[in-house]
């Protein structure tokens, strides 16, 4: 159960806690200053800054929302024996240092995507050659590359070994995730143990070990950054397993409104494996392939029939719940703006759940 | 006199850490010398050579007294007339490392193991240049180690430390071959317009990602060095990397036939890697900022040449005359040294340089007029200059009696002269 909560705060209580304005402010101010570091330094690679921002857009900044929102979770009380101007210089480094790592996280993230997309539609323009084409595509590998040593960079600045160790390993997770994704083998592919590993390492590898990150910058103990990392961790793979079923779901609840890319990509994500256990016919299908549309219409078919959704969104909320349990479990702090941060991150937990979108 | 002079040297390189203690052999006829004669003395080991005083005082004659790279002419000892070939002074070492490299790319992500060979076929083709270079360079840097400590204690650190700076050997190759992947990959995509096979995709998403793969397992590896300045200066190679590529991408006409344009790119694409990694070496060694920044100034400038050269030869090939090279940069329509220096005696070469090298006649025309030109040479001729540079640099270090240390530095001096002579 909560603590008590004091009856100053009750009318703060009562808002609609919307934790992505709580932050938004000051996300502008990162994003601008991420848009003119690209620009300016490197003018060639303004278009696949474009890219790189309507990414940001897209995905509500969603990183380094929890982000920011886990720094002020965790900040520390400071000393009270510094002078007041020593403690606002200290508050300010320490915040930027924590939107550094918000920065680093979003290039990472911007760049591996630059990187996966590129090639992904190399299939569906097979034939058309045109120079742009090529241009455009090694650009967006060069762009990645790009926000990668800008990262790489950023993290040295930080001055933090154990922070660089962690981010270094997600760059490498994201990239096994990736593969794993490319180069399954039909045992692999069916298997809900190997569909974790990859959500983990495309998906909750990024979130969970910035936050860990926030964590280590602000100073806190090793259990308390791991409560970051297991928030960060279960969140992360919420939102995959969401994201999964929406595929198939869309904006509406009922099979088939999604963009079904996944399956029709040969991608096996949670509610195939689920309805698998439950009609093993399925499995057949599976390894024929996605070619085909009659295969789409008939995997589909059976997933209705199935629990298979139903069991991916228990899944996703067992997860949710993991996360907001992560929060809870953080050592009391009556810091106002500590606990409002904290309640947003619990709203996150609520949010990546729900979503439609 | 040849003691004052060689006094002078020292007291000039300001080299502050130095704990020499010359043995009083007077072979040289002169009064025994005794510099700075501290408790610092050699590790045991090595007293052995300190037999070799004479040959040491040689050196340090040599060194007073010599221009650049003839030192070796005038060393008395025959280990030092053998034909110094700095490539296989590490070689064995080098071995070790390719196979980490080789084993830990294989065995973490089996599926890039194709990528991996490609890795490994680069590795070989370049005589790992760069790890050569920066094998070397630690030892050439090897700081005397204080006797107070155990043998034991000593070994261990000696050990310690070497594993460090393989370590920036083996992120500098990763970080190479990494940009080499990403490069290359795309540089296909229109040869092979139209083929679309699957195994074209799969292999070019996975040599992006195997580029990805080798470039986060170096910044796990820089992270372990627990040297923040390291970090830096190799996180910046890496954007100096994409940075050269991308202005040899995009160039404006301006920019393409401007002499300055193309040896800022040169530094961004080749020297940067060699001359980033050299300076950390060199701080992983603990060496002053100043010795810090010779490792600098050779890494940079042997990388200049090395690239002027490699410009060169695309034009030449094998042999001394022209059009024998693949020509491959005109075809692309990249421009280089030779073509640079040309155009400022043909300014006509200009307009053919901005109409593109599409069109094989143009290639020819372009060959035409720089056969004409003395191109070639003054190319030839910028690479030498950084050549002497890169082994002035050397030169410059501070002095280090130890033989092994000696050796590594004519084997950087001898590699200042290998860029420049050699024909692949």
Redesign the interface.
């Known amino acids: 159960m909560r603590s008590i909560v004091w009856p100053t705060f009750l009318i703060v209580w009562q808002e609609q806690l919307d934790p992505f304005s709580l932050v938004a402010d000051e996300l502008s101010i990162l994003a601008d200053r991420l848009r003119s570091m690209v620009v300016a330094?490197?003018p060639?690679?303004a278009s696949a800054a474009e890219y790189f921002f309507k990414f940001g857009v897209e995905g509500k900044r969603f990183r380094p929302t929890v982000l920011l929102l886990m720094a002020t979770a965790l900040d520390l009380p400071i000393a009270r024996q510094t002078s007041e101007v020593a403690v606002n210089t200290l508050s300010t480094e320490l915040r930027t240092r924590q939107q550094c790592v918000a920065e680093i996280t979003e290039m990472i993230h911007v760049a591996?995507l630059l990187?996966d997309d590129?090639?992904?539609d190399?299939?569906t323009r097979?034939?058309i050659?045109s120079?742009n084409?090529?241009?455009g595509?090694?650009?967006a590998?060069?762009a990645?590359?790009?926000l990668?040593?800008?990262a790489?960079?950023a993290?040295?600045?930080l001055?933090n070994?154990e922070v660089?160790?962690l981010?270094?390993?997600v760059?490498?997770h994201?990239?096994?995730g990736?593969?794993m994704q490319?180069?399954t083998t039909s045992e692999q592919r069916c298997s809900m143990e190997y569909y974790m590993e990859k959500t983990y390492y495309k998906t909750a590898s990024l979130i969970c070990n910035s936050c860990k990150s926030i964590a280590l910058i602000a100073g806190q103990t090793a259990e308390v950054s791991n409560l970051a990392y297991e928030y960060g961790k279960n969140l992360g793979l919420a939102f995959q397993i969401i994201d999964d079923v929406l595929d198939f779901t869309g904006t509406s609840a009922s099979l088939g409104k999604g963009s079904l890319s996944d399956i029709r990509h040969g991608i096996v994500t949670a509610p195939i494996l689920f309805a698998i256990e439950e009609y093993p016919e399925l499995r057949k299908i599976v390894d024929q392939g996605f070619e085909k549309s009659s295969n789409v219409d008939r995997a589909l078919e059976i997933l209705s029939k199935s629990s298979g959704i139903q069991r991916a969104r228990e899944l996703a909320a067992k997860h949710a719940r993991l996360a907001s349990a992560a929060i809870d479990a953080l050592p009391e702090n009556e810091d106002e703006v500590v606990q409002r941060s904290r309640r947003a991150l619990v709203e996150l937990t609520h949010i990546v759940i729900t979503r439609t979108k």
């Open positions: 330094e490197v060639k690679l591996s990187h590129v090639l992904d190399a299939d097979r034939g050659g120079l084409y090529v241009m595509n090694k650009l590998v060069l990645g590359d790009f990668l040593s800008r790489c960079v993290l040295a600045s001055k070994t660089v160790t981010i270094a390993q760059v490498e994201l990239v096994t990736e593969t490319m180069t």
